[in-house]
Every structure is written in C-alpha cells, then in structure tokens.
C-alpha cells in the first residue's frame, strides 16, 4: 500500500462500501458524496497503473471479474448498459469505474456523465442517496458473489 495514494488509502476507511473482494480484487462503491447511486469500482490489490502492468494471469481475471461485476449492477440497477471508464490521473492505481446507464437520466449519457460528476463533486448536483447506496450494495454484493461462484481465481 502506497499512503500517497488514493486509492489504497480510500480501502481502509471505506470497508462499508465494499460489495466484493478477492486476494487480487475488490469492487467497492464510490464514497459519498457519490455522484450516482451504483457508481463503483473494480480496483486491483496490487499496485499497478492500469491494466497494461496485469501480468497475463492478472489480465484473464480482470476481464472474468469486470464482467461479472458489470453484469451484477446491469440487473442490480435494472439498466440496459453499464459504462466502464478508465483513466488513471486521480491516482496511479488500477481503478475501473463502473457505472449504470440509466436511460431516463440523460445527463448521464455518454460524456455527459463527466460533467454530471464534476457537477456532483462542486456541490452542484445532489450526490446519490446514502440509503439508497447502501441497498444497492447490498444487491451487487449478492449478485457478484453468485456469479462468481467456483471461480478459481485469486
Ligand atoms: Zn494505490
């Protein structure tokens, strides 16, 4: 763990927001304020930039993890799509964001979902409800788990 880091410093006090987690993983929803209710992220224990530094057992898992973790939240937020963005400025370790597209809330379509977030983070847009958050971890904890069962991943 690098205490510099945001992203290894948020795991400790965030354990609440934590839906699942492996040796190598944890899917964890972003603190409050959030800019939207099952807004999370797929984030790697390990300290690495992005997933151009997964080795090639790391790059399978990765892959096997987000979709489950995107399939969970897809049902989870009775969404079609759920986006994933990644870009690794806010802290050099390996964080997806993974976010329900919600097709009645247009300010959240495509790009717009970067100025809903800055919108969020000025206090401009209420952030998502606290309760609300708490529910939907509750059902993307369970909907992961089930479909990672008999993963044999680490
Ligand atoms: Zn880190």
């Given at each position: 763990m690098a205490p510099e880091c945001s992203v290894c410093t948020a795991h400790v006090p965030h354990a609440q927001l934590v839906a699942w987690e492996s040796a190598r993983w944890i899917l964890r929803h972003h603190p409050h304020p959030a800019p939207l209710c099952g807004w999370f992220l797929l984030c790697s224990r390990?300290?690495?930039?992005?997933?151009?530094?997964?080795?090639a057992e790391e790059e399978r898992e990765f892959a096997q993890v987000l979709g489950a973790c995107m399939r969970a939240l897809r049902t989870a937020a009775e969404v079609p799509r759920v986006y994933v963005l990644m870009f690794g400025e806010g802290a050099p370790h390996l964080h997806a964001h993974i976010i329900p597209r919600d097709?009645?809330?247009?300010?959240?379509r495509a790009w717009a979902v970067a100025d809903w977030y800055r919108a969020v983070e000025r206090g401009e847009r209420a952030p998502a409800d606290v309760s609300a958050v708490d529910r939907m971890i509750a059902v993307v904890r369970g909907r992961v788990t089930d479909e990672l069962v008999g993963w044999r991943g680490a």
């Open positions: 390990r300290h690495l930039a992005s997933v151009a530094d997964l080795n097709p009645a809330c247009e300010g959240t």
